[in-house]
């Protein structure tokens, strides 16, 4: 586990998380728009155009940081897991028949 992870991992929390509320008050906004105001309306797409500007940093925090999940994901496919022993050498039983070698 790399010490880096942890804080790459708060921060694309932290920014989803507020992705999220962005979204949720993206809907109420929409919502209360007139119904001649949706969409391709000016009152539409300036209030579009303020959403997409109050998400940009926090979808510039999952560019930046979103490798880590990548990163995390990778080692773990790669680590010795605990849960399952290591796999050892068994031999391989004979089958039932016998030959015989001439001589």
């Known amino acids: 586990m790399q010490n880096r ?3 790459h991992l708060g921060v694309l929390n932290a920014a989803l998380d507020r992705l999220d509320t ?3 008050e993206w809907l109420r906004t929409r919502d209360g728009l007139p119904a001649d105001a949706r969409p391709r309306t000016p009152a539409f797409d300036d209030a579009l155009a303020e959403h ?3 998400c940009w940093s ?3 925090d999952w560019a930046t940081h979103g490798h ?3 990163d995390i994901n990778s080692a773990a496919r790669h680590a ?3 849960l399952a022993p290591p796999p050892t050498a068994t031999a391989v039983p004979a089958s039932g028949r016998t030959t015989s070698v001439r001589r």
């Open 5 to 7: 992870w942890a804080y």
């Open 22 to 24: 962005l979204h949720e």
């Open 52 to 54: 997409h500007v109050e």
């Open 58 to 60: 926090y979808l510039d």
């Open 68 to 70: 880590a999940i990548g």
């Open 80 to 82: 010795p897991s605990c």
